[in-house]
């Protein structure tokens, strides 16, 4: 059987995983500047199997323009030019059968904007995300004070404890965001 503690615990767990994905998912949108980020999560189909490029090559930035991907086997050159020619990326990798280098066009304001909607979006469906676990922890407490598994005292000062918590990832989500809005403002 849960204790309050335990329901607490989760919750703060779950949160934690949500905030940590939506840091992930924010770092592979493109800001305007080269960032291994962009690409080294894209699956890229190597060795009879699919795998991500990361797995499959070095990739480096040598300035803010340019994503650089030297592969550990030649021969996976043409399969990470396709795979990243026919992502929604917006990026046009150029190979010399060595090497595969991806130029990043500076970003058009019509561009940040586009991409400032998508962010808005990541952040937005996070926040929901962290309210539903704060409803399903909250939903658990009521239940063990139903059950007489603990007082009204001890479900209000739990329940304001979900509150803080909440507080505390939602201004986390907050900094991502305004950090990545900065970025691409000023990328």
């Given at each position: 059987m849960e204790t309050g503690r335990e329901a607490l615990n989760s919750a703060k767990d779950k949160?934690?995983?949500t905030v940590r994905k939506i840091a992930e998912e924010l770092s592979h949108i493109r800001a305007g500047r080269a960032s291994v980020g962009l690409v080294d999560h894209v699956m890229v189909d190597a060795y009879e199997d699919r795998m991500p490029l990361r797995n499959i090559a070095n990739i480096t930035t040598p300035d803010a323009s340019t994503i650089l991907i030297v592969p550990y086997d030649k021969s996976s050159i043409k399969s990470i030019e396709k795979?990243?020619?026919?992502?929604?990326?917006?990026?046009?990798?150029?190979s010399d059968g060595n090497v595969v280098r991806i130029s990043i066009p500076p970003l058009t304001e019509e561009r940040r904007k586009e991409i400032l909607k998508v962010v808005n979006k990541v952040v937005e469906d996070g926040k929901?995300?962290?309210?539903?676990?704060?409803?399903?922890?909250?939903?658990?407490?009521?239940?063990l004070e139903k059950n007489k598994e603990m007082g009204e005292d001890d479900l209000r000062h739990l329940s304001g404890d979900v509150d803080k918590l909440l507080d505390g990832k939602m201004k986390e989500i907050e900094d991502f965001f305004n950090k990545k809005e900065k970025e691409i403002l000023e990328g």
């Open positions: 949160m934690t995983i795979t990243l020619s026919g992502q929604e990326l917006g990026l046009n990798p150029v929901v995300a962290l309210r539903n676990i704060r409803r399903e922890c909250n939903e658990s407490l009521k239940k």
